[in-house]
């Protein structure tokens, strides 16, 4: 290239001109991001306010009938669908806000399922999959514990040049002091990967979960790396050994979120009742309708409020009636009016016990992630199911 001093006039102008074009176009395409961004969110805003009908009335109807009737078995499937619906929406979410993250005890078998499915699309490695049906949940980032199974059934398949069969178990595992390497004594789901392929050196296994380590053309080597953050966010660990035939086998131990553990001990989920007047602030009618039937299978009372004004008034009229909400669930976003984040300062003005639960489908937004310091005492994501909401109540209330 010519020193600018060599360029003539004509010559500058012209790049001038092209490195402003492509400027603009810069400018064109992250403006179109923005805005794309922007469309997923709020598409998947309105879907999620419409899936929390779908997930609530089903876990309600479960709830109605016995598990011996013949409709049981398909409402578990359409509640099992509406989770997973629940997830992909929660992606859309997070694509357009970003920012921290939640964790939720989750049952990640579908999750493993899913991630096993997504890989070995369109390859020849089939895949064994043996998932506890008792297996407890864990307390997971719908959208980044994924990751972890994509990255190792994506090294595994490739091991195996795209033939084969992979192996993945996962059970519950409770571990004694010093029974495994960096791990507390508790409970822990266990998720093992095996593969037949070649496996790594003995030497070498240290190394696979550093950054840029890799032994293939054109990779990142981020794969493990990013696979051990996550885990390592999930207080788990993540560790690589050999197969009996020489395969690698890649062992991630989660923390059950057994405080949290929503299944007894038959695996049926546990509806937690309890009593006392709840007040709910939501702008969309099908999720004030759906939170009053859960309530109401609770055992609780409901008033309702379409948006901030009307929830600080009954709140007020309720104190000088001398009749104190026990709770109230508060919706974050309220389109033209007093959403959650205000109203919260206004019943704290007015009663400083107030117990107000923040609910959103933005579950990465601030006020979610740090509720206690915006006045909160808990948080709820949208949608939910009677038996995660009985339990949020639950903890609210007991905690005097
Ligand atoms: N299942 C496996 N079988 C054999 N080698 C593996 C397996 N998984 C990972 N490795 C080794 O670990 C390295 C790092 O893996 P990873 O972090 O996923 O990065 P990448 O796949 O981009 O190379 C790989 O390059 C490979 O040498
Ligand atoms: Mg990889």
Known sequence: MKKDADKT???LIEEMVALRKSAEEERFKAQKLESISEIAGGVAHDFNNQLMGVLGYVSVAKGLVSPDEQIHPLLEKIEKAALRTRAITRQFLTFSEGGKTMREPTDIRGMIEESAAAVLRDSDVRCSLSLDEDLWSVLADETELPQVFVNIILNARQAMENSGEIDISAVNATLADSEAPGLEAGEYVLVTI?????????????????????????????????????????RGVIEAGACADGGLEVRVWLPSASNSDMSDKDGKEKVMEGNGRILVMDDEEVI????GEMLKMLGYESEFALDGEEAVKKYRDAMNEGARFDAVILDLSIPNGMGGREVIGRLIE?????????????????????????GFCAVIAKPYRVAEFGKVINEVLSRG
Request: hydrophobic share 30%; net charge neutral; no cysteine.
């Open 194 to 234: 095996r593969d037949h392929g070649p496996g790594v050196d003995p030497e070498t296994l240290s190394e696979i979960f550093k950054p840029f380590f890799t032994t293939k053309q054109k990779a990142s080597g981020l794969g493990l790396a990013v696979s051990w953050s996550i885990v390592k966010k999930h």
């Open 288 to 291: 004030r309708d759906v939170t």
């Open 9 to 11: 006039k004509a010559e």
């Open 350 to 374: 007015t009663d400083p016990e107030v117990k107000a639960i923040v609910s959103s489908g933005y579950s990465r937004d601030p006020i979610m992630t740090e509720f206690r310091e915006h």
